[in-house]
Structures are given as structure tokens and as C-alpha cells.
């Protein structure tokens, strides 16, 4: 959270910004996936439970055990990669996915989870938080950058007491945001470091005065390294990457989520009015343009924030126009009087305006993860 007076910097130092056109094309589009028509399967690879196989359009399936495909909510998911797939898991270990269906570690097991594979497949990056056995007090943050066909670690940076998050991952760089301590305040800054020299350099940079950060996770905002369009941390400015010119910046209370394969479109999700015990809010779903921020299309459901532990319910890119998203029917009371959202189903969204059912069992099934753009 941006403390009041940090929020008043912050928008002080927006106001150059010149912001986006607020008003939608059109009202927003009421989405409840059981009124909607059914399209297409994805045209993205998915995992298939039914069958315990991944789907390929224009290819064959590839049959992968189910233990390590995983599933939804397990904590265990298939990120796609060069030649196949790297497989996420909070316990053991990474492995590598073949496209014949076979899996093999990569190295031991260890307390490293996978974050984001680069744009090219070849490479990707693993996180780590290491606690003093003798002061749990004192901790590290360690962040690796590894071959991605036989795990050989190419890079390694290790920060003490600091949270870092993964942002964006290429061949040469990997942007960073990094939180740490200085004196009674607390430095939150956006951070490019240099695969080739080994260096950091600071792209945006906040301090405000508070507690230290303590180890966390957080879904950050946006970045696409390869379109130069990245959102910094405690910012709602999107910027070129190369000047760190404010292209715009989004409305109050909405998060720009992530930009489209080639950079032109963005999704942002706002308005949140109270979150279920499921993860669930209702919310807005806009799709802008990347550079200038103009709204091309907006969205009202029920749609997931779980995101924010797994990516498997989107929203996922499709193409540069269509994204892949669960979102839910309505809500139930349970015998407490509590409500909890219902009817989940993963639809495809357009940046024309509008939505269809997607054929795949948001409970079983999901959309193998995209590469870092």
C-alpha cells in the first residue's frame, strides 16, 4: 500500500502526465459466461485433464503424467518454453517438459521457484528467500537466471533484506522490482540488470518513511522489455522503458495487468467493491492501447483475482486483440449466510467488445503460461 503521503508525491509528479480518455467506447459489457455463446477452444496451447495431455493447435497432443501437469489451484503449473515446457512447483523442484511428454530435473531439489521465462524460450529466471538459521530476522533474496534446456545457472544476484519480484525476462535483461530498507524508510525502485555485465541500474525509484519490508509476494504490475512499456512500482504512470518518458497513466484505483504479444494493447482491471472469500470481486476489465491508453473495450463481472498466488486463470493473451479469462456466473450463500462466486468458466474477450465461452473446464483445465513479452 502507497501511504497517503507518498500517494500525494505520486500524484504530484503525474500531473505532467497527460492521461488517458476515461470514457468507454460504449457502457461497459455486462459478462456472465452462462448467457454467452460458446466459441472456439484456445488457440494457445492448454493442458487437458480429461486426457492428461497438452493441446497443441495444428499439432499433435502431447500426453503429460497429471502429477506433473498439475492443476488449477494446485500450485503446480506448465510455463511454455523453448522445445517444451518448464514446470512450476512450491516443493519440488523445477523440471524441464519435452514435447514428448517426458520430464527431467533440472539439478536438485531446492527452496528456487520458477518466475518467468524469457521472450526467446532459451533462458529463465528462479527466486529464492534464504532465512539466518540462528536470526530469522536476517534474510536474502536470491535471483538466478538458468538455461532452460539442461538448468545451467548463468547469473546470480543475491540482495540482503530485500524483496524482489521478477518483472520481465529477455536475453540480455532482467527488470526487477526491489524494496529495501534505508535508515526509518523504505526504497521501492524499478531495476534493470544487465545479463551481459552483470550490473543493475535503478529505472524509477520511490522512498517513503515507514517499516523496512518484510518477504512477500505481490503480483507487480505490467513490463514488456521487448515493446519498452513498463509501470513501476508505486506508480500508475505506463513508460518507455528506454527515456522513462510517461506514455499515461491509468484511473484511480486500476492496475494495468499485462500488454499483448506485440506491445499494443494492455489489460487493466479496476473498481474493485469488496472481495469473497474466494478470491472473487467484481470489478472492471478494460483492454487500452498500450502507447496512448485510449479504451478499446470495457468489461463488468465477477472475474478472479487468484492471479495474485496463480496464473492459471488468466487473463492470458490469445493475440494481440483476444485475451483468455475465468470469470463467474454469480454468487451463492452458504448455510453461514456467507457469499462465494459460482459457475466459474474461462471466457475469451476481445478488444472489439465482446465475449464468448471458451470450451475447457476451469477446474481442471488451464492455459499453459505465456513467456515474458
Known sequence: MVSAGAAAVLAASLLAVAGPSSAAPSDPVEVTPSTLPVGATPTVSWYRSAGSEIVRPGQRPVKVAAATAGRPGSGTWLLNARGGWLRHTYSDGTSFVGTNGKARRLGPKSIFETQMVARNGR????LAVRY????????S???????????????TRTFKQTVVQVRAVTSSVVALDIDYGRGKSTVWATEFWDQRTGRLRVFRQHVEEGAPPVPSFYRPPAASLSHHLIVAQHESAVRDTRTGR???????????????PDGTRAVTFGDYYF??????????????DARTG?????YHGLFSWEIADSPTEGPIWESKSKLLVVAYDGLTQDDEGYSHPSGPAWIRCTAAGSCARVPIDPLTDYVTIPRSS
Open 123 to 126: 533462458t529463465f529466471a528462479d
Open 132 to 139: 539466518n538459521k540462528s536470526d530469522m530476522g536476517k534474510w
Open 141 to 155: 533474496t536470491t535471483v538466478r537466471v538458468r538455461r532452460t534446456h539442461d538448468g545451467k545457472v548463468l547469473r
Open 246 to 260: 510517461a506514455l499515461w497513466r491509468t484511473d484511480a484505483g486500476e492496475g494495468v495487468f499485462s500488454f499483448s
Open 275 to 288: 472481495g469473497y472469500e474466494d478470491g472473487v470481486s467484481p470489478r472492471l476489465m478494460r483492454i487500452r
Open 294 to 298: 485510449a479504451v478499446l473495450a470495457t
